[in-house]
């Protein structure tokens, strides 16, 4: 109601001063740089050494500053970026039993000091990931390696401990938050966590940092030495800004040109911003409910089937999503390409969920919450605040279970609390968390089904361990037959759909907002800024030029 206010006065603004330029123009800032672009990032980095950061803010710096070996096209297949191509078992790049990984680097890429981008970087990079030294978010993938070589400038092999495919884009790829770092810049300090690099760094990426304005934005040149071509964006400019009504807000006056994974509950807002239009794309992230399979009441696969059983998920992420997310594909943003639509998840059934309950002893008690030996069937739902549309899950999620006998109350954190090395889904001091998954394009879940992965060692937030699963996750990782890994992980499907560790509520859509005349943006496969550098006004206004 706010922001339809202020857009009021505005208007009525405009009608009274028709010379005001921003009213002239609805909107569209007229002394924008030329060659300029504006993009509203929510969150302020801690670093801009990707090694350090994760999620969204490594994927975005990673992308503009840095490079990896190989990265996604627009179309999820795996190209090459500093390596020439994508080693397969066809170009000779996998050996015939899968465990040695040859990458050929491309000549004439180089940092932005000049000095050429060789085969050392990557294995530098490669050890400053394992070292304990360094407050890496992840080592998942690089782990499988035994051995790293460069036997000349412009080689690098790795020899694996068993066959893994994953590893093709995991290591310094599309699916890795981390990109290849300079050596002769980096390698003789003990420790990346607190080095002068980390807030002036030095890249070989398609921009290079020009300013970083501490609480306010950063801004990025274009990096006329950049291997492909210099970007025709020669400036981006992206301001720190947390509240979404306060960007909708910097999009219609023209302060922002740009926003990235936009709340979809706000699509209608979003799709009325003039001079912009929304790009909506099913990206390997999901929400799903964690059940802590220790907790002695969640242990009880009838109260989990139950409360699952109790939720209409499509309803649910019809309405709050706007449409924009997808709760019939839930599973498909973790399995991607390898998502078998066959597999049922519990339907939604309330009076089966109660009838189920009954059965387990759970007998309606005061207020309508079911009791056993005493018991309520009364359990904490913990989210990150932050987004409106995750509150509201929350919110829609704890009314249904109530219909059903299940008291869930409700606990937000702060975002990055909740996510943190000592925050309660890390640390198991949760019953059931909601999150929003941030997942690879390549399919391999062992990240959130391995037995190796429980928390606080990985990401298995749910303690599930079962080693039926955990045989066909390593069969169909050491695998290079796509056919194969599909069979596999749809009977990986199958199990996790009976176990109910996780109940898979939908699958995300990133919602990107873009100037209606910006060309060369493409769909994300996991960040927008994959395609940055292709980025170009169509008007010749804009561009500069």
């Known amino acids: 109601m706010r922001s339809l206010l202020r857009r009021a006065i505005l208007f009525s603004l405009c009608l009274a001063v028709l010379a005001f330029p921003a009213c002239a123009r609805q909107g569209r800032r007229p002394s924008r740089e030329p060659g300029t672009l504006v993009v509203a990032l929510r969150q302020e980095p801690n670093s801009l050494d990707p090694l350090l950061l994760e999620g969204t803010g490594a994927y975005t710096f990673g992308e503009l500053l840095y490079s990896y070996l190989t990265n996604y096209d627009a179309h999820g297949r795996i190209v090459g970026d500093v390596a020439l191509e994508a080693p397969t078992p066809a170009n000779g790049g996998v050996s015939r039993d899968g465990k040695r990984i040859t990458f050929h680097l491309r000549h004439g890429v180089r940092w932005q000091d000049g000095t050429p981008v060789t085969s050392r970087d990557v294995v530098f990079t490669y050890h400053a990931i394992m070292s304990p030294a360094n407050n890496v978010s992840t080592r998942f993938g690089y782990d499988e390696i035994a051995a790293i070589a460069a036997p000349d400038p412009y080689t690098v092999v790795?020899?694996?401990?068993?066959?893994?495919?994953?590893?093709?884009?995991?290591?310094?790829?599309?699916?890795?938050?981390?990109?290849?770092?300079p050596a002769h810049l980096l390698a003789s300090a003990p420790s990346l966590n607190h080095v002068p690099f980390n807030e002036r760094p030095v890249g070989s990426g398609p921009y290079?940092?020009?300013?970083?304005?501490?609480?306010?934005?950063?801004?990025?040149?274009?990096?006329?030495?950049?291997?492909?071509?210099?970007?025709?964006?020669?400036?981006?400019?992206?301001?720190?800004?947390?509240?979404?009504?306060?960007?909708?807000?910097?999009?219609?006056?023209?302060?922002?040109?740009?926003?990235?994974?936009?709340?979809?509950?706000r699509i209608a807002e979003l799709r009325a911003i003039p001079h912009h239009r929304v790009v909506v794309t099913p990206v390997p992230y999901f929400y799903a409910l964690a059940f802590n399979l220790k907790d002695p009441i969640l242990a009880d696969g009838a109260v989990r089937k139950a409360l699952a059983m109790?939720?209409?998920?499509?309803?649910?992420?019809?309405?709050?999503?706007?449409?924009?997310?997808?709760?019939?594909?839930?599973?498909?943003?973790?399995?991607?390409?390898?998502?078998?639509?066959?597999?049922?998840?519990?339907?939604?059934?309330?009076?089966?969920?109660?009838?189920?309950?009954?059965?387990?002893?759970w007998i309606p008690g005061a207020g309508g919450i079911r009791v056993k030996n005493g018991r309520r069937l009364s359990l904490q739902l913990s989210f990150p605040n932050g987004e409106d549309i995750t509150t509201r899950f929350a919110v829609a999620i704890a009314a249904e279970a109530r219909a059903a006998g299940i008291e869930?109350?409700?606990?937000?954190?702060?975002?990055?609390?909740?996510?943190a090395h000592d925050g309660p889904i890390l640390t198991g001091h949760y019953q059931i968390s909601l999150y929003d998954y941030q997942g690879a394009y390549d399919p391999d879940p062992t990240w959130l089904?391995?037995?190796?992965e429980r928390s606080p060692?990985?990401?298995?937030?749910?303690?599930?361990?079962?080693?039926?699963?955990?045989?066909?996750?390593r069969r169909a990782a050491a695998s290079y037959d796509r056919a194969q890994r599909i069979a596999l992980y749809a009977q990986v499907q199958q199990q996790i759909a009976a176990d109910l560790p996780y109940d898979f509520l939908c699958q995300i859509s990133e919602v990107d907002v873009v100037p209606s005349d910006l060309?060369?943006?493409?769909?994300?496969?996991?960040?927008?800024?994959?395609?940055?550098?292709?980025?170009?006004?169509?008007?010749?206004?804009?561009?500069?030029?």
């Open 208 to 265: 290079r940092l020009e300013r970083w304005a501490r609480g306010d934005r950063i801004t990025l040149a274009a990096n006329a030495g950049y291997y492909a071509g210099a970007p025709r964006i020669r400036r981006l400019v992206l301001p720190f800004e947390p509240d979404d009504s306060t960007t909708i807000e910097r999009l219609q006056t023209g302060e922002i040109d740009a926003a990235f994974n936009q709340d979809a509950s």
């Open 457 to 473: 060692n990985g990401f298995d937030f749910a303690q599930y361990c079962n080693p039926a699963v955990d045989a066909l996750l």
């Open 310 to 361: 109790a939720i209409d998920r499509r309803t649910l992420t019809q309405k709050i999503s706007g449409g924009l997310y997808h709760a019939g594909t839930a599973m498909r943003g973790l399995f991607t390409w390898a998502y078998d639509s066959h597999v049922a998840q519990a339907p939604y059934d309330p009076a089966q969920a109660a009838a189920l309950l009954a059965r387990d002893g």
């Open 408 to 419: 869930l109350t409700l606990r937000g954190y702060d975002r990055s609390q909740y996510v």
């Open 519 to 545: 060309g060369g943006f493409a769909r994300p496969i996991l960040s927008p800024f994959n395609s940055a550098s292709a980025w170009y006004w169509e008007t010749p206004k804009h561009s500069g030029g």
């Open 158 to 181: 790795i020899t694996l401990r068993e066959p893994y495919a994953p590893i093709i884009s995991d290591f310094f790829g599309g699916d890795s938050n981390y990109p290849i770092l």
């Open 449 to 452: 089904l391995g037995c190796a």
